[in-house]
């Protein structure tokens, strides 16, 4: 048997771990009976942005490829609709996929800008076994004896000029741009870079990518606008290597895929740990992480995971203004709180959360790209190879 904690399980155990034990899998694996009818624009923008960074359409014409990210963004709100029980009348859902549009319109533009990588994965998945905090050789084990292992999503990984992967994440911002250390701190991001490469032996990710876009401010005090794209490209685009969108291949196939993996060490390093790119409601944040910085979440991960699945680990709830108004298990909450039972509440409008399905629509989900950095398919148990000589 074996015992899977995910991403988000992590996430809400480590921000509220009674919003854990009602949602999580290993839980109570609870969800409400009416999700939220809002669309989740955030949500339908990784989706487009998987299509627009799809290694297969990487070469693609721009004219071509355009149409189908807006595309998707319409099937992605479409379906939340479907599932969210929205009415035709809720305005909130037509302003939602005008500003999708808005922001997709203004970012094609801006993106073949700063785009010094080229796509390998989008929407990609991956597991791995969590290590024991106090055996890092071995797995960790449950008290019952079950395997853990640790399940997550990346929205892209990508290979820049230099032939070294990152790991891109894509953001809607609504309001300013939060700080460069906030970013940095991302442990989701940061412990995806450690399971990517238990998950694919051999491979060294340089670091993450937090590729953030900003809605429109409608208030007078809103945040200050960016500087014009154009003229900050011209600025800044000196001396620096650019992988180039509609080269053949995304810019590499010629170079043998074998050697993609071993090619970043030669390359000299790059001199800022943080690098960051704004302009025209548009921000990327190139964030170096070192080997150090990668080991040690993974050591993180497994010391949360180890207390997640331990004997008597306690579920009190930590109470915020940020978080609780936004938790989906509010009301049980309260009535706990309360002191009384929260059983009628649960059964009233919550329910067990079915099994995952295939999700319609994931294109590049899970096929390695062609372009520049591609690497060759391996078996799980296959041992990397040796560098060329």
Do not use: K
């Not at 035709?88 to 922001?103: I, K, N, Q, T, V």
């Not at 940061?190 to 670091?207: D, K, N, R, S």
């Not at 009535?335 to 919550?350: I, K, R």
């Amino acid at each position: 048997m074996t015992c899977v904690v995910t991403a988000a399980d992590r996430e809400s155990f480590r921000r509220c771990r009674r919003q854990w034990d009602f949602g999580a899998a290993t839980r109570q694996n609870l969800e409400p009976l009416r999700p939220p009818a809002a669309p989740d624009l955030d949500r339908a923008m990784r989706d487009a942005l998987a299509v627009y960074y799809y290694p297969g359409m990487w070469d693609w014409d721009r004219r071509v490829r355009l149409p189908l990210v807006v595309q998707g963004l319409e099937r992605a709100l479409a379906r939340q609709r479907e599932r969210r029980g929205a009415g035709p009348d809720d305005r909130r859902w037509s302003e939602a996929l005008e500003a999708g549009r808005d922001l997709l319109a203004r970012y094609a533009e801006w993106a073949p800008t700063v785009d010094r990588f080229a796509p390998v994965l989008a929407e990609a998945d991956y597991e791995v076994t969590v290590l024991d905090p106090d055996r890092p050789s071995a797995g960790l084990v449950t008290a019952a004896g079950e395997a853990v292992r640790y399940r997550g999503r990346i929205d892209l990984m990508a290979v820049d000029a230099r032939d070294a992967y990152w790991i891109v994440r894509h953001r809607l911002v609504d309001g300013d741009w939060p700080p460069a250390g906030q970013l940095a701190a991302d442990e989701e991001a940061l412990t995806a870079c450690w399971a990517w490469e238990q998950f694919y032996l051999g491979m060294a990710i340089a670091g993450t990518v937090v590729n953030e876009f900003r809605l429109p401010s409608r208030s007078p005090g809103g945040p200050a606008p960016d500087p014009p794209a154009r003229r900050w490209w011209r600025r800044a685009a000196r001396g620096r290597p650019v992988v180039r969108q509609h080269e053949p291949s995304g810019g590499g196939r010629s170079i043998p895929q074998h050697r993609r993996m071993y090619a970043q060490a030669r390359q000299p390093p790059r001199a800022e740990a943080i690098e960051q790119q704004v302009a025209g409601g548009f921000r990327r944040t190139w964030l170096r992480r070192s080997r150090t910085d990668v080991a040690q979440a993974g050591r993180r991960l497994g010391a949360d995971v180890a207390e997640m699945t331990g004997r008597g680990v306690t579920v009190d709830p930590s109470p915020s203004e940020r978080h609780c108004p936004a938790c989906p298990f509010l009301d049980p909450c309260r009535v706990l709180f309360a002191g009384d039972d929260a059983g009628p509440v649960l059964l009233s409008g919550y329910r067990q959360r079915p099994p995952e399905s295939p999700e319609e629509g994931r294109l590049g989900g899970g096929a390695w790209g062609t372009g520049r950095g591609a690497a060759p398919p391996r078996f799980r148990g296959d041992r990397p190879a040796a560098p060329p000589q």
